[in-house]
DNA sequence: TTGCCTTTGAAGGCG
DNA sequence: CGCCTTCAAAGGCAA
C-alpha cells in the first residue's frame, strides 16, 4: 500500500456509496420477527471466501520497519533497506519527533499510541535502549524503547517521524482525536495547543457545546440508514420507535458495545469540555430556540451550525450535506463491537494515570482520553469517537469503504489481541509478547501512522506496504497455539509459538495440516473455524503487480509517472484500493464484523468504480 | 420558520 | 431515594 500525496487523496475520496441495501419492505408489525432474520441476512452476507482470495492476494512487499528511532540521527541507510525492506529512511526529524508509545490494547480499542512529548534532548532521550525488547522483532527493536510495565506487561515506545510541517486535514474517521493535530506542537507544552477560534469564539458567545450521546443514541444513530432502507420510513419518529424496540431486544452483551461507546464518548467529552455538565444545557434547547424565534432571521442558526462545525460536530455528519436522505448512508459507523473486558478497563485506567499528569483529565475506565501531548491517534480510537475535533470538519474530506476497512481491520486486530484467548495465562503466545510483537507490525504502524496524518503517509512512504505485510500480520496474530478448549489430550502446546523465526519456513497451510498430523493424540482441530479461514486465506495470498519494491531516488516522480511499471498511477491506484476494499471486506467478514460494513454490495464503492472504468477504458 | 414527534439513557433538580 | 424534566439524533410534518 503505497501511494502518493495524490493518491492517498484518491484514497481518502474513495467514498461509500451510499448505502444502497436491498429494500425489504415490512410491516413494522413483524418488526420483532425481522430482527433475528435481519441477524441471520447479515450474518450470511459473506462474499464466497474464494473471491476473497484472489481478490487479497495481489501484492507481496517486504516489511517496511518503522522510521528510524526519532531519538537517534537519522541512520545513513538508503531508502530501501533491503535487509529489512525499510523505507522513509530519508525522512528528516524535524520538528521535535513523536513518540507514539505503545501500550498495552486497551479495552475494546487500539492499542495506544500516545503522542508523548519527545523531551527537550530528542538526540537522546530517545535512544533506543541497549536492553532487550521482548516481542520485538530484532530488526525492530531500534525503533522502540520500553516505556513502562503494567501487570508484569511491558509496554514499549514507538518511535516515530515528526508530522509534517503542514499536516493536512484528517478525513472525518480520524476526527475523534481530541486535538486537532493539524496544529504544531506547542513548544512549551509538547500537546497540540487548543483551536484558539473556537476557544475565542466560545468565550464570545458562549457556543453551545451538546450533550454527549448515550448508548441508545449510539444505536440509533447506526441503526437508523438500516431502517429506513429495510422498512422504507422515513419519518424519525417511526424510525425511532422501531430503533427503540430493537434495542429493547438486544441482550445485554449486545448492548454492551453502545455502552461502552457511550462511556467513551462521554469521558471524550469531560476532557474536551471540563467545565460542562449537563445543566448547562438545561433549558438551553427551547431557551435557544425561544431566542432564535426572537431573534433576526437564520443568524443563531448559522451560529449554532458554526459552533457544530468548529467544536462539537460529530464526525459522523457530514457537513456539506444538508441533505437528511443523502446524508444518513454516508454516516460513519460508530465504533465498532468493542471487547468488554474489565481487565483490560482497569489497565486503561491504569495506564491513564501512568502516563498523565494528575488532573489533565478525568479518570475514563474506557479509552482513556489523553491529554494534548498524549493523544491517541490509533484507529480504532479514531473509530471510538463520534465527536469531532474542532475545526477539521470543514474541508476534511470523505472516508472511504477503504479507510474504514482498514480501520477495521485493525480494530479487529485490537480484538483478536484482547480477546479471551489472546488472554489464557497458560499460552506462551499470548499476552505481551504477541501483542507486542503484532503491534510492531509494520502493517499496523503504518496504518497508524496513516491515521496520524494520511496525507503525508504516502509521501512519506518510500517503500510499499502491500498484502504480504498484511499476511504476515494477520498471520503473526494468529493464536498459532491450541485451543485448550479443543484439546483433548494435553495441555502442552503443539506448536511453536508463531515467532518469525518458527514460521521462516512454514505457511499458514502447512501449519494447518501439521495441526492435525503430528501429535499423538489430536481428534480435535486446535485451530477454530475463523482461524482456519483466515490461515487458508493468507497462504492463498499471492504476488500481485505491486510486488516489486519502487525505487527509492525518486519515488514520488515515479510513483505518479504513468510510464513507470510500478507507478501508482490512478488507475493502479484504483484497482488496488478495490482490492483493498473487496479483500478486506471478505476478510472482515471471516472476522465476523457487523453487517455495518460487511455488506457485499458496499465493498467497492462508486469512485473506485469508476476509476477502474476509466482504466480500463485507457 | 419553528416546534413536535419518537425512542432510551444520563444527569440534574426537587420534594 | 424516587420522580420529573431536559437533552442528546434526526427527518417528516403541522402550525
Not at 39 to 53: H, I, K, L
Not at 493 to 513: F, M
Not at 553 to 561: E, K, Y
Request: aromatic share 6%; proline share 13%; net charge negative.
Amino acid at each position: 500500500m503505497c501511494a502518493t500525496g495524490s493518491q492517498i487523496e484518491a484514497v481518502v475520496i474513495l467514498l461509500s456509496d451510499p448505502l444502497n441495501p436491498s429494500v425489504s419492505k415490512m410491516d413494522i408489525r413483524d418488526e420483532n420477527n425481522h430482527i433475528s432474520e435481519t441477524m441471520q441476512s447479515e450474518e450470511a452476507s459473506s462474499p464466497p471466501e474464494d473471491a476473497a482470495v484472489d481478490i487479497l492476494g495481489q501484492t507481496s512487499y517486504t516489511l517496511p520497519p518503522p522510521p528510524f528511532p526519532a531519538g537517534t540521527p537519522a541512520p545513513p541507510q538508503p531508502a530501501s533497506d533491503p535487509q529489512t525492506g525499510g523505507f522513509i529512511s530519508n525522512i528528516l526529524p524535524e520538528p521535535a519527533p513523536r513518540v507514539y508509545q505503545q501500550l498495552v490494547p486497551l479495552m475494546g480499542s487500539a492499542p495506544a499510541h500516545l503522542y508523548s512529548q519527545p523531551g527537550t534532548d530528542r538526540q537522546g532521550q530517545l535512544r533506543h535502549p541497549e536492553g532487550n525488547v521482548p516481542g520485538i522483532p530484532e530488526n525492530m527493536r531500534q525503533y522502540v524503547r520500553p516505556a513502562g510495565e503494567l501487570h508484569g506487561v511491558p509496554f514499549w515506545d514507538f518511535v516515530t517521524p515528526p508530522p509534517p510541517s503542514n499536516p493536512p486535514l484528517l478525513p472525518p474517521f480520524l476526527t475523534g482525536a481530541p486535538a486537532p493535530p493539524q496544529s504544531a506542537l506547542d513548544p512549551r507544552t509538547g500537546g497540540f495547543p487548543k483551536n484558539r477560534k473556537c476557544e475565542a469564539k466560545q468565550d464570545e458567545d458562549r457556543l453551545y457545546i451538546k450533550k454527549p450521546p448515550n448508548a441508545f443514541m449510539i444505536y440509533l444513530k447506526e441503526q437508523r440508514p438500516k431502517v429506513m432502507a429495510e422498512l422504507n420510513l422515513t419519518g424519525s419518529a417511526a424510525i425511532n420507535a422501531v430503533v427503540g424496540k430493537r434495542w429493547r431486544a438486544l441482550s445485554k452483551d449486545q448492548q454492551a458495545k453502545y455502552f461502552d461507546q457511550a462511556e467513551t464518548e462521554s469521558c471524550r467529552h469531560a476532557t474536551e469540555h471540563p467545565d460542562w455538565s449537563t445543566k448547562e444545557n438545561y433549558g438551553k434547547k427551547r431557551k435557544r430556540t425561544r431566542n432564535r424565534t426572537s431573534s433576526t432571521a437564520s443568524e443563531p442558526k448559522q451560529e449554532a451550525q458554526q459552533a457544530k462545525r468548529l467544536c462539537v460536530m460529530p464526525a459522523q455528519t457530514q457537513p456539506s450535506s444538508s441533505s437528511s436522505v443523502a446524508k444518513e448512508p454516508l454516516e460513519q459507523p460508530q465504533r465498532q463491537p468493542t471487547v468488554t473486558n474489565l481487565r483490560y478497563q482497569q489497565s486503561a485506567c491504569v495506564q491513564l494515570q501512568n502516563t498523565q499528569t494528575a488532573a489533565d483529565a478525568p479518570v475514563c475506565q474506557v479509552n482513556p482520553v489523553l491529554p494534548a501531548s498524549r493523544i491517541d491517534f490509533s484507529p480504532s480510537a479514531s473509530l471510538a469517537s463520534s465527536a469531532a475535533p474542532i475545526q477539521l470538519q470543514k474541508d476534511a474530506p470523505f472516508v472511504s469503504d477503504t479507510d474504514e476497512a482498514l480501520l477495521s481491520v485493525v480494530e479487529q486486530l485490537d480484538l483478536l489481541l484482547t480477546s479471551e484467548q489472546f488472554q489464557q495465562p497458560s499460552s506462551p503466545l499470548i499476552g505481551p509478547q504477541l501483542n507486542q510483537t503484532s503491534l510492531a507490525s509494520p502493517v499496523y504502524s503504518a496504518l497508524s501512522t496513516l491515521c496520524a496524518s494520511p496525507d503525508t503517509f504516502f509521501e512519506n512512504q518510500k517503500e510499499p506496504i502491500g498484502f504480504a505485510d498484511i499476511q504476515d500480520d494477520m498471520w503473526s496474530i494468529l493464536p498459532v497455539t491450541p485451543q485448550p478448549d479443543t484439546l483433548s489430550c494435553s495441555n502442552t502446546p503443539k506448536y511453536s509459538p508463531n515467532s518469525p523465526a518458527s514460521l521462516e519456513n512454514s505457511s499458514p497451510s502447512i501449519l494447518l495440516d501439521s495441526s492435525v498430523a503430528p501429535t499423538e493424540c489430536q481428534p480435535v482441530s486446535p485451530f477454530s473455524e475463523t482461524e482456519k479461514n483466515m490461515m487458508s486465506l493468507l497462504n492463498d495470498l499471492k504476488l500481485g503487480p505491486f510486488a516489486q519494491p519502487l525505487q527509492p531516488s525518486s519515488p514520488q516522480a515515479d510513483w505518479s509517472s504513468p510510464e513507470s511499471d510500478q507507478s501508482f498511477t490512478p488507475q493502479t491506484t484504483a484497482t488496488f484500493i478495490h482490492s483493498i476494499e473487496e479483500g478486506l471486506s471478505s476478510l472482515l467478514n471471516l472476522l465476523e464484523v457487523p453487517p455495518f460494513f460487511a455488506e457485499p454490495q458496499q465493498s467497492c464503492s462508486s469512485r473506485t468504480k469508476s476509476l477502474l472504468e476509466q482504466s480500463n477504458s485507457q
